[in-house]
C-alpha cells in the first residue's frame, strides 16, 4: 500500500469500518511511513477533541411531537388510528429516529457536494482551507523545512507521481520555508509553504490539463484564496495575509 492510498482509508481506520484485511496492510503501511502515521494521529486528535467537547442535547417536545405525527400519518392508508401501545412503541423507537436522522444528515454534508456539485471550485475551496487551517493548529507546516528549492523539489520525488515547481521569492518578501505532501481533490498534492511577516502561506500545486487561468481572488472564513492554473499546474494559495499580498505572490508564481 501506498501514500495516496492510505490517506482515505483513515478515517475508516479509526472507527474501525474497515475489513480486517485491508486494516492490517494499513496498519502495516503506518508502521513504515512516519508521515501517514503522524496524519493518522492528527486526525485522531481531531476526533477525540470533538467527542469530548461536542455537545449532547435531548430533543425537544415539539420536534418529539412532529416525529410521533409523522409517523402516524404514514400509517393513515386504510388502518386504524394508532391505539396507547402504538404511541408507546414510537416513543420507544425515538432513539433509533434520531440517529437515522442524524446519520442522513451527516451523509448529506459529506456526499451531496460532490454528487450535486456547484461551480467546480465550490468543493475544493473549503477543501484547501481546512487543510491550510489544519497545518496550521496541528504544528504540521512542514515535512521538510528549508528555504534551499535544491532541498524541498527533490525531496518529494517518490512521495508524488508528478515534479512540483519550487521557487525562493525571499528577496520579494515571501520566503520559501519547506514544503510537505498533502491531499486534496481525491489524490496527493504538493503543499510549498511560504512566510511572509507573521503569515503563513499554504500554496497547494498539483497537475491539471486545461489551459491557463488568470489568478481569482475570494474569501472563505477569514482567509484569502487565490486560485489560477499556469504551465498545466493547478495552483491554490490560502493564507491570512492581505488580499494585496496574495495578488503579489499570486503574479510571483504565475510570472
Known amino acids: 500500500m501506498i501514500c495516496q492510498e492510505a490517506r482515505p482509508l483513515f478515517d475508516a481506520h479509526l472507527d474501525r469500518e474497515l475489513d480486517p484485511a485491508t486494516d492490517r496492510e494499513l496498519v502495516r503501511h503506518l508502521?513504515?511511513?512516519?508521515?501517514?502515521?503522524?496524519?493518522?494521529?492528527?486526525?485522531a486528535a481531531v476526533k477525540s477533541a470533538v467527542s469530548s467537547q461536542a455537545g449532547h442535547f435531548s430533543a425537544p417536545a415539539p420536534l418529539r411531537r412532529k416525529i410521533e405525527t409523522a409517523i402516524a400519518n404514514s400509517r393513515l392508508a386504510g388502518r386504524?388510528?394508532?391505539?396507547?401501545?402504538?404511541?408507546?412503541?414510537?416513543?420507544?423507537?425515538?432513539?433509533?429516529?434520531?440517529?437515522?436522522?442524524?446519520?442522513?444528515?451527516?451523509l448529506a454534508v459529506l456526499f451531496l457536494p460532490r454528487?450535486?456539485?456547484?461551480?467546480?471550485?465550490?468543493?475544493?475551496?473549503?477543501?484547501?482551507?481546512?487543510?491550510h487551517i489544519r497545518s496550521t493548529q496541528v504544528d504540521h507546516l512542514t515535512d521538510v523545512a528549508s528555504s534551499d528549492r535544491h532541498t524541498v523539489k527533490p525531496w518529494f520525488e517518490g512521495k508524488l507521481d508528478f515534479s512540483p515547481?519550487?521557487?525562493?521569492f525571499q528577496q520579494q518578501g515571501f520566503k520559501l520555508i519547506g514544503g510537505r505532501v498533502d491531499y486534496l481533490d481525491n489524490r496527493a498534492v504538493a503543499?510549498?509553504?511560504?512566510?511572509?511577516?507573521?503569515?503563513?502561506?499554504?500554496?497547494?500545486?498539483?497537475?491539471?490539463?486545461?489551459?491557463?487561468?488568470?489568478p481569482a481572488m475570494t474569501t472563505l472564513n477569514g482567509y484569502n484564496i487565490d486560485h489560477f492554473r499556469h504551465a498545466r499546474?493547478?495552483?491554490?494559495?490560502?493564507?491570512?495575509?492581505?488580499?494585496?499580498?496574495?495578488?503579489?505572490?499570486?503574479?510571483?508564481l504565475d510570472g
Do not use: K
Open 31 to 43: 508502521d513504515e511511513c512516519e508521515g501517514c502515521a503522524r496524519e493518522r494521529d492528527e486526525i
Open 191 to 214: 503543499a510549498l509553504v511560504y512566510q511572509h511577516g507573521p503569515h503563513f502561506i499554504n500554496v497547494f500545486v498539483w497537475p491539471m490539463n486545461r489551459p491557463d487561468s488568470s
Open 165 to 168: 515547481p519550487v521557487a525562493d
Open 233 to 252: 499546474m493547478n495552483y491554490w494559495i490560502v493564507t491570512d495575509m492581505s488580499a494585496n499580498e496574495v495578488e503579489q505572490l499570486a503574479g510571483l
Open 115 to 131: 454528487i450535486f456539485p456547484g461551480p467546480e471550485s465550490d468543493f475544493l475551496l473549503r477543501e484547501v482551507v481546512a487543510a
Open 80 to 106: 386504524a388510528p394508532a391505539q396507547p401501545s402504538d404511541r408507546r412503541a414510537v416513543l420507544s423507537r425515538w432513539p433509533a429516529v434520531a440517529l437515522t436522522t442524524a446519520i442522513a444528515a451527516l
